[in-house]
């Protein structure tokens, strides 16, 4: 239906009919089930922050570009959160005291950024966030690739189809700082890394000149991003690498040069999860922050290392391998139908009596329907028994139980109504 | 902790730790058993939406007061959604066609008011609603209300500690037209008589000149609102209440002729909980709203019936009649201690084979942690079970199992491991 009346959705904000909600439902389970599997608890935060909370570290472009902004009634700027990662470093700061370390904590909510709406990108998303905090060690890095590998297991995903791209900034700035760039602009040259492979290779080298780098620092620069076997001279890389053989995902990962993130808060490891045929964006990403907490204003620097992976890539990717679940949304066991007006107190009691046995059960709503509209119904919606009270029924303390599916009926008293439902369903 | 660079939440959002989600995730699935008990399926919709949406119907107060408001590149007046059924009302506008009625559904999400934050009220809060959209007939308004009562017995909440006021507004439109009120004031006059709790006998009365009314209909309208029989002349309420005996939750139901809410949108029957002592205010209201589907610009009438139940109120009514649960948050079986770095391997694949097994496992991520700080991490997080993996243990593919509750040890082969942990827990 398209009317012209009809008030519209705001664009890039989406609506979850039941279909769609039980495919949120079911990613939801899955984060949650791998993300308990390893130790961590869930949390949430609030979707308005203040934009403070940003300006420090999160990079130009998200606050700048995609920051949804609001004044609240004192002209105070409020953004609605586009990632999760302040909110949590503000959090963990806030009862550095109280916690016990190391925190693991995972959350899976929305976030909102102002960008083109397109196929697989909306202005409202929902996020899975997993972080360790307190560990300036690599084994936390090993530790959130692993749970982020085991998610790919348990999606059925395979290492011919996804992998988890891994590089170390750390190792891009020793190598950038050969080049005789200064110090303070290596965060322009991060940003400028990042976007290697949006634009075309003379675009990358004009953008380099913007960011004040001379023609040979560019392709340098370029070249760096593609030495494929620089993860050596990072012993904290060959490390990595060596611990997830231990988780057993290593046929996921593999060293990137060039995966270098946007996130400006990002230290030390970063990564990135990708479709191997290259369809799609980056499925999620992370790294390590180990200033971030500090950075908010906690007392304390506590290091910290986590990623976030959207909700519609990873569909996408689901789809595109075949992989996208098949999920019933009905939940009604069976619908009790309505003979006629005077009976339906009849049907609402033989309900009453499933509910209380937690059998979910569904009345007709309209006494006056005729039982093929109800039948009909049950159809629809998927329901797999429905119940029968005529007047003989009813006079007899009967029940006619009849399978949808198979179409056969059989009559049985009531009082045995809970025990043949809970035998067959 | 109470840092003066700490960057501060937004006044009035809230912060969810693991203990606070645990809350939430519990209330959700208390929410969603008894609303798929009776048959109704989960949907989301966005937190964004256009001002528009809410100005035909939601009334004066929601909109110009309450509403977080924002605008979005081209100037278009947005905001955070205080309520959802007007989104519901579009959803359904939207897609009538393709839907089985009646659609029954249900969500549990935020909603986002501008007041002044107090003690059981926030600007960001979260709500269950639950709808049912199609019949005009009042099995539906009482179906809705049984699913209410329901939701009091799965919490352990009774009929002295709490109830649900019922009343109809055409009845109580029928009795103001009897005041000479015309009838293009009665919007004015419905939302006057919603104040009548809230402010003295004599405020009312100015307010009700204020209002366009005499002082003796002032009068005569706060006597309407206290005549407690008055039901007996609705056969439409006389019918609800007959239908909620059958559903076996009399005990809670109540006619109240006071009722009436503050949403413009409710036509007919209206009905909020109650805490019997008074101490909070409103725990969760509803009503019929015939003309909602319609004023968002549907192209058929629709009439639905449906409440919303905040989660902050009935949190705090919990805990004032002790059914607050008491919620473990630890969900980690066994915490894999390290011996010692060169054995961090030995422990990551015990855990590795634990959680292959659906035993949720952690393993300590500082190898150089002495044993004494890893068995007080697995305390204070209540972990129930260590394992300890020592040279000798590890050359003859042994582990030391630990009961932290009983502090009794046995060594046994790791292949045993999975078995044993599986049979303990």
């Known amino acids: 239906m398209s009317s012209s009346n009809l008030i519209q959705p705001v664009k890039g904000t989406r609506d979850f009919y039941p279909q769609d909600q039980a495919f949120q439902n079911w990613l939801y389970l ?98 899975w966030d997993v972080d360790i905090l307190g560990p300036e060690n690599l ?18 995903l395979t290492p011919t189809e996804v992998k988890i791209k891994i590089n170390d900034r750390k190792l891009l700035q020793d190598r950038f700082l050969t080049l005789e760039i200064p110090e303070e602009n290596l965060v322009r040259v991060f940003r400028l890394a990042d976007k290697k492979d949006k634009v075309t290779r003379e675009d990358f080298i004009e953008m380099g000149q913007e960011n004040g780098l001379s023609e040979d620092q560019t392709k340098a ?49 970063v990564f990135e999860g990708w479709d191997v045929k290259g369809e799609f964006r980056a499925i999620w990403g992370g790294g390590r922050y180990d200033n971030l907490v500090a950075d908010v204003g906690g ?12 909700d519609m890539v990873i569909a996408g990717v689901l789809k595109a391998n075949n992989k996208y679940p098949t ?38 709503l309209d006494p006056t329907a005729k039982i093929d509209k109800q039948l009909k119904y049950a159809d629809k919606k998927g329901i797999p028994y429905v119940i029968i009270i005529g007047p003989v029924e009813a006079e007899q303390t009967l029940v006619v139980l009849k399978n949808l599916r198979t179409r056969e009926q059989i009559t049985i008293l009531q009082a045995d109504l809970v025990k043949k439902i809970k035998q067959t369903s």
């Not at 090993?142 to 297991?153: H, K, S």
């Not at 007392?299 to 992976?309: D, L, N, S, T």
């Open 299 to 310: 007392k304390q620097k506590i290091p910290g290392v986590g990623f976030a992976m959207g």
């Open 139 to 156: 084994e936390a890095d090993a530790e959130v690739i692993a749970v982020a590998a085991t998610l790919y297991q348990k999606l059925g």
């Open 327 to 364: 999920l019933l949304i009905n939940k009604t066991q069976v619908l009790v139908t309505v003979f006629s007006p005077e009976l339906y107190d009849k049907s609402l009691k033989i309900a009453n009596v499933l509910r209380e046995e937690n059998i979910n059960a569904e009345t007709f």
């Open 30 to 127: 899955k984060f949650k089930e791998v993300a308990e599997l390893f130790g961590f608890q869930e949390y949430e935060g609030p979707i308005i922050e203040s934009l403070d909370l940003y300006a420090a570290k999160s990079g130009e472009e998200l606050v700048k570009k995609q920051a949804f902004t609001l004044a609240d009634r004192s002209g105070n700027a409020l953004t609605l959160r586009p990632e999760m990662t302040p909110t949590l470093a503000r959090m963990v700061a806030q009862k550095a005291r109280e916690l016990t370390f190391p925190v693991k904590w995972f959350t899976f909510g929305r976030r909102f950024r102002y960008e083109k709406p397109q196929k697989g990108r909306a202005r409202e998303f929902f996020q």
């Open 221 to 269: 620069i370029l070249q760096i991003l593609e030495e494929k076997n620089a993860y050596l001279d990072s012993p904290w890389l060959v490390k990595i690498f060596d611990l997830l053989k231990k988780y057993g995902v290593s046929e996921y990962v593999e060293y990137d040069p060039g995966i270098v993130r946007g996130l400006e808060y990002y230290t030390r490891t």
